[in-house]
Nanobody, 127 residues
Framework: QVQLVESGGGLAQPGGSLRLSCTVT????????IAWFREAPEKDREVLSS????????YVEEFVKGRFTISRDIAANTVYLQMNNLTPEDTGVYYC????????????????????WGRGTQVNVSS
């Protein structure tokens, strides 16, 4: 049974940083895509970043590029999302999920392609 558990959320000040973790059990991390999503208040869930089979396949959406970084620890079966220079607009529930890769270096960017969702971790950015 595949399970994903997000952690690391909390309260951060504008300009601050948080590192989210997504610990995966039941599948081999570097055989699937793992992506991070955000659901802000009164907004649709959106994809933020993903990583496919290859170590150099990290992808970050343009609107968070330069502030968010995805990485993984295969031995720990964990994917991370490092978030820097946070703003109040980053407030929301952050989820991770799995998908079959489109290629060793490419993950889907549509939410419908993802399954095995975690329960999310809340991030609040406020002064």
């Amino acid at each position: 049974q595949v399970q994903l558990v997000e952690s690391g959320g909390g309260l951060a000040q504008p300009g601050g940083s948080l590192r989210l973790s997504c610990t995966v059990t039941g599948l081999t991390l570097n055989e699937y895509c793992i992506a991070w999503f955000r659901e802000a208040p009164e907004k649709d869930r959106e994809v933020l970043s993903s990583i496919s089979r290859r170590d150099d396949s990290a992808y970050v959406e343009e609107f968070v590029k330069g502030r968010f970084t995805i990485s993984r620890d295969i031995a720990a079966n964990t994917v991370y999302l490092q978030m820097n220079n946070l703003t109040p607009e980053d407030t929301g529930v952050y989820y991770c999920a799995t998908a079959f890769p489109l290629a060793d270096w490419l993950c889907p960017r549509v939410i419908a392609a993802y399954s095995n969702w975690g329960r999310g971790t809340q991030v609040n950015v406020s002064s």
